[in-house]
């Protein structure tokens, strides 16, 4: 007899993404947009860490970051990335691997006056991966940011967005006997191939 784990399934990922991304958010978790980005260095060494996701469309995934911080070094050298969605709540992941390119200037500078007063002065502060000789350095070029920029404070110019442009997508939904359901979306010209997957 068949249990049918995922009862729906949308011929386009992003819809597929969309349905179930509004469904953690109806549990109300900390941080709904939070994801981990997995890179590689030059090295070969991968590399991951969490970040939140700021939009998301058919043109891709997006979240900002000081670009010249490891993260934005590896994208800009490798232009690829995966991106990993664990939705505990609801028994849930969500695997995406792409092309990466930078958001447009315009894109940037939106986001950038939409944060917080404090969090734009962070972003100059933070020599992002740097090493920091003391919490004090850090607090002392916030403050001094501060007072440069009394009233707007300007984007700054390492500062900006990635754009993950899918060519692959996962979803894992748990299942009792570890007999989870996982299906793959790859892209077929402009359309997308859907493939069920052996737990």
């Known amino acids: 007899m068949s249990t049918l784990l ?6 386009n990922p ?3 993404f969309r349905l179930w991304f509004d469904e953690w958010a109806a549990t109300r978790p900390p941080e709904v947009n939070a994801m981990v980005v997995a890179t590689v260095d030059p090295q070969g060494q991968p590399w991951a860490r969490t970040v939140l ?17 490891n993260k934005g070094r590896h994208l800009l050298a490798g232009q ?9 709540n609801n028994s849930r992941q969500v695997q995406i691997h792409g092309r990466v390119e930078m958001t447009s200037a315009a894109e940037d ?6 944060r917080p007063r404090e969090s734009q002065l962070g972003a100059w502060a933070s020599q992002q991966s740097r090493p920091l000789a003391a919490r004090d350095t850090l607090e ?15 984007r ?14 996962e979803f894992w939904q748990a299942g009792a006997h570890r007999l989870h359901d996982r299906f793959e979306y790859t892209r077929d010209g402009d359309d997308w191939f859907i493939q069920r997957l052996n737990p």
């Open 80 to 88: 690829r990335a995966a991106l990993y969605f664990q939705w505990l």
């Open 109 to 114: 500078d939106a986001y950038f006056a939409s």
């Open 6 to 11: 995922i009862s729906r399934l949308e011929r």
């Open 53 to 69: 996701l700021k939009q998301f469309d058919d043109n891709g995934f997006v979240f900002f970051t000081n670009r010249e911080s």
């Open 156 to 169: 700054p110019p390492y500062w900006g967005g990635f754009r993950v442009t899918p060519e692959r997508y």
């Open 140 to 154: 002392d070029r916030f403050a001094a940011y501060d007072r440069q920029y009394p009233d707007t404070v300007p």
């Open 14 to 16: 992003v819809a597929q």
